[in-house]
């Protein structure tokens, strides 16, 4: 499946996060929204972990509120200093 969601990257020429199932983020200001997630592993105002497919994904910062949870995004909002991924490899 790796290697399927890889060839169609390159064909379409679409990053991979739109063709898999890889974590898509988007930090703008004090505002960051993260797609293709499995769940919330943990979460408390200073530190955000999420599940994704590839391992674990976390957020840390202060004062942090996730202000929606969708099924497929959440929008956190917060003093973000730091967004870390850690693969299960």
Not at 26 to 39: A, D, K, M, R, V
Not at 64 to 75: G, K, T
Request: no cysteine; hydrophobic share 40%.
């Amino acid at each position: 499946m790796k290697r399927l969601t890889q060839l169609a990257s390159n064909w379409f020429d679409l990053p991979p996060e739109v063709v898999g199932t890889l974590p898509r983020v988007e930090w703008i200001g004090q505002q960051l929204q993260i797609e293709n997630f499995i769940g919330v592993h943990q979460f408390n105002p200073d530190l955000l972990t999420l599940k994704t497919a590839t391992g674990y994904l976390t957020v840390e910062g202060n004062s942090l509120v996730m202000e929606a949870i969708y099924p497929d995004r959440i929008l956190l909002t917060g003093k973000i200093s730091a967004v870390h991924m850690k693969n299960n490899e």
